[in-house]
């Protein structure tokens, strides 16, 4: 299993995701549209310290027939030039097998697993086999869904397949409220991720994350905050033309005033790694207390339809404090058995009864 792999051996083989002492930059457009785009922005990006890396979309997964797919591999020659031009290193997204072999000979040199295939166990195997006995880094996006084992085993995947450098990339989770997020972060749900694989190095994506410019900053540094090892930011040279994802990409300058207002220095990590564990226990008490509260709706309307239906005569009192002094005893019972303050239990169904119960069962 990979969570028994130490760091030297996942890591002997690169230098490029291997952590470092400053968070490493990936950035480029959300897609490959022309040489010319390319060439624009990876020359802006070059001038910018800390990218290392220049990414582009080359094949599109999209819902729609007639949305725009990509370029296919000639976007690759793009990618290749821009290599040849920058010195930078260059990286893509590959969804099947015959992707990998047509990015290793265009010589690309990250190979980046989308969200949309880390959800497939067929497509991931299908490409690690296709990788075996090649030397070269796989960074693996987070599901759409939240589905934490199948990120997991994505990466467990490639390492059984024999690559050694591998990265993963959080890029936020489709949930039923985003709300304000294109994809919900769950920061939690990383730190989970983590605790079962902490040597594979933790990259950000908040461009997909965010969904739009305003958003941008305070994720990048939140994850900052969280001791993640770099950025993977999309950035064209003109994101008005971009043919995808115009709202949240940057131009390279505006990549660089984000860069230069994020702090770097002296985080604390672990204090950051506690407030999101607080944030995800007040996010489940108010989850509780709207279950609550939505039981106790449904408690007073089934005693309202039992009071209707039947009247208690005067002479059935005693009985029904003899059935609810049963009730409230087998409460009680359970309420021990589930370790949860047994004096607690009582004086709230008492006041349950005494507020919700107008049956002649419960009537004081």
Known sequence: MITNTSPEMLYKNSNVLAKTAGPTIIAGPCSAESEEQMLKTAIGLKKLQGVTVFRAGIWKPRTRLGSFQGVGTIGLEWLKTVKQETGLLTSCEVANSSHVAEALKHEVDILIIG??????????????????????????????????????????????SGIRNIGAIHRGFATLDNAPYRNHPKWDQVLEFKKVLPEIPMYCDPSHIAGRRSLLRPVSQRALDLGYDGLVVESHYNPAKALSDPQHQLMPQELDMLLQTLRIEGIDVDGARKKVHLEELRKQIEHLDDELLDLLSRRSK???????????????????????????????????????????????????????????????
């Open 115 to 160: 969200a949309h295939t880390t959800v497939n166990a067929f497509l991931v195997q299908e490409i690690a086999e296709s990788l075996r006995g090649v030397d070269i880094p796989v960074m693996v996006k987070n599901p759409v869904h939240l589905q934490l084992q199948l990120w997991i085993g994505a990466v467990e995947r490639f390492h059984h």
């Open 302 to 364: 089934v005693t309202s339809k039992l009071e209707k239906l039947q009247k208690a005569p005067a002479t059935e009192a005693p009985q029904a404090a003899v059935h609810w002094d049963q009730v409230l005893e087998s409460l009680l019972s359970k309420a021990d058995s589930a370790g949860v303050d047994k004096e607690f239990v009582q004086t709230v169904f008492q006041e349950v009864r005494k507020h919700y119960a107008k049956t002649y069962l419960y009537k004081a």
